[in-house]
């Protein structure tokens, strides 16, 4: 069964710092894995994908995230966090062999402090 | 070009009874699937729905039951309400062109059961 894990609830950086949200995953066969970000009161928003190719995908709002095959992890990562950042954050994960379903971690919480 | 939208946006139930909740997609979007996401837990596949019929469901009872029409729009119903039922539902619609295309998500319906 395809699964992934967000080991921290909460992660606490200063503004203008560096960040990272951590996940790994468990999934036969190639994975495809995504991140996703809730705002208060909204729906999820997409990040970015990794798919195949390079391990380092850029998404949006200046995050990026570092795809490692061998440790089965997919860490987010921005070089200087903004107190805007702070929201929920979802890692999530989709194999080929069940092609409908995405599933989600139980997220981060991601606090910046000005 | 609207995105996903969901209604109502807040409902009030009282144990045992019935619920719909709806979805209409983002134009172009042939896919819908549907999560519950608990509070402080991360979104739960519920069930997706692709050309009106039921593509795969997530460990969720029979009390959940869906539909999609030929607008591609969808409707999740719940019946026998339960109090652990209360969370925040939500859509998300998806092209079924091309591989591991990112979900779209509406803002979600608030249900509580009391």
């Known amino acids: 069964a395809q699964s992934v894990a967000q080991p921290e609830d909460q992660v606490n950086v200063a503004e203008g710092n560096p960040l990272t949200v951590k996940c790994t995953y468990s999934?036969?066969?190639?994975?495809?894995l995504f991140w996703y970000v809730q705002y208060p009161n909204r729906g999820l928003q997409f990040l970015l994908k990794?798919?195949?190719?390079?391990?380092l995908v850029k998404g949006s709002y200046g995050f990026e995230a570092e795809f490692n095959k061998s440790q089965t992890s997919f860490h987010l990562k921005k070089p200087s966090a903004l107190v805007s950042d702070s929201a929920l954050y979802f890692c999530?994960?989709?194999?080929?062999?069940?092609?409908?379903?995405?599933?989600f971690g139980s997220g981060t919480r991601l606090s910046i402090r000005p | 070009d609207a995105g996903v939208t969901q209604s109502p946006t807040h409902l009030i139930k009282t144990r045992g009874q019935q619920v719909t909740l709806r979805c209409s997609p983002k134009s172009g979007h042939d896919t819908v699937s549907w999560y519950q996401q608990a509070l402080g837990q991360g979104p739960q596949f519920i069930f997706q729905y692709y050309e009106e019929e039921e593509r795969q469901r997530g460990n969720f009872p029979d009390r959940f039951s869906g539909h999609q029409f030929p607008n591609y729009s969808s409707e999740l119903n719940v019946n026998a309400l339960l109090l652990g039922d209360s969370a925040l539902y939500l859509c998300?619609?998806?092209?079924?062109?091309?591989?591991?295309?990112?979900?779209?998500f509406g803002s979600g319906t608030q249900l509580s059961v009391l």
């Open positions: 999530a994960v989709r194999s080929l062999s069940s092609a409908s379903k995405i599933i």
């Open positions: 998300a619609s998806s092209s079924s062109q091309g591989y591991a295309e990112k979900l779209f």
């Open positions: 999934v036969s066969g190639n994975p495809y």
């Open positions: 990794y798919i195949t190719g390079d391990n």
